[in-house]
């Protein structure tokens, strides 16, 4: 993201002239790779060696900054623990609800609300279709977007705090924590699961070979557990709440922050866009959730950007 949303002047070229300067970087670098695909394969060696490269970098630009190094991890660090804090009680809170209440008859409003928006379909309907024309190559690339999407606010989160400070980071980490305290509210006044938890054919159709796969199955399996009170060993990551869709939600947020740099706010565009059709073919969610994702994150942008004007004033 910051690769697209930023000039080459800013981002590659003073790494470039700067190792071009100190040629004996690349030998240290060079050494640092091979010991990462040693431990981690190619695919690890691919990412692993980018965020060496980002970390390094950020290390080299702070140098001389007030702060240093320390403070500009702590710029983006501290917002970014307050959202994991907000996501673990999201995440644990919303299981109680799928063993206090029941769920059917508003998934089924649910559907038959989509029929209004996919022209007398339902996103099963619309999913099972696209799966026997579309390759599946397209398929993974959904699938890797759909996870990537806590990337993509987390990427956020970094740019923000390192660009604007921890102050405009930490508003930003506030909103879609806000975001995810009223979809819970929302959940527990009217609770409802995913399409693909409700589709028979579900699993007939889907690839195995998707990361979607194995996780879906694994999430109607817990939601099994918790519906007939068996005793659970832990805890586990299960994220339940259908409407609103905070899978959308996080990201239009990010993108609201994110505006003021334009090619970058169109590079998360087209991004989400994608994400919309990668929730809607793996029947993730109904559509209608994604309205009610959009609108739960414009509520709680208005909340706490007045708030925040209103306490500055």
Request: glycine share 6%.
């Amino acid at each position: 993201l910051y690769l697209a949303g930023f000039p080459l002047g800013e981002t590659i070229q003073p790494i470039w002239a700067r190792y071009r300067s100190q040629k004996l970087r690349f030998l240290i670098l060079g050494l640092l790779y091979v010991l990462l695909y040693y431990l981690f394969g190619l695919v690890g060696l691919i990412f692993l060696s980018l965020v060496a490269i980002a970390i390094l970098e950020l290390a080299e630009r702070t140098r001389d900054h007030p702060g240093g190094f320390v403070g500009a991890i702590s710029s983006f660090l501290i917002p970014a623990v307050y959202w994991f804090i907000g996501l673990v009680l999201v995440f644990s809170l919303n299981q109680a609800v799928i063993a206090l209440k029941p769920h059917q008859a508003n998934d089924a409003l649910l559907n038959r609300m989509d029929t209004w928006f996919l022209f007398g379909s339902t996103v099963s309907e619309v999913a099972h279709r696209a799966i026997q024309v579309l390759p599946l190559e397209f398929y993974s690339f959904l699938d890797l977007l759909y996870f990537a999407m806590f990337a993509q606010v987390g990427a956020g989160v970094i740019l923000i705090g390192l660009k604007c400070g921890r102050k405009r980071a930490t508003r930003f980490v506030t909103t879609v924590v806000t975001a995810g305290y009223l979809a819970l509210i929302i959940y527990f006044l009217w609770p409802s699961l995913s399409p693909f938890y409700t589709c028979p054919a579900h699993f007939d159709v889907l690839p195995k070979t998707l990361r979607s796969y194995p996780i879906q199955q694994q999430l109607l399996a817990y939601v099994t557990m918790l519906r007939e009170q068996k005793p659970l060993g832990e805890i586990g990551a299960g994220y339940f709440i259908a409407f609103p869709c905070m899978h959308i939600a996080a990201p239009t947020i990010a993108l609201w922050f994110l505006r003021q740099w334009r090619r970058l706010a169109i590079t998360l565009l087209v991004l989400d866009v994608l994400l919309c059709a990668a929730i809607i073919l793996l029947e993730y969610h109904y559509f209608v959730d994604l309205i009610g994702g959009v609108a739960i994150a414009a509520v709680s942008i208005v909340m706490i950007e007045r708030r925040d004007e209103g306490e500055s004033r």
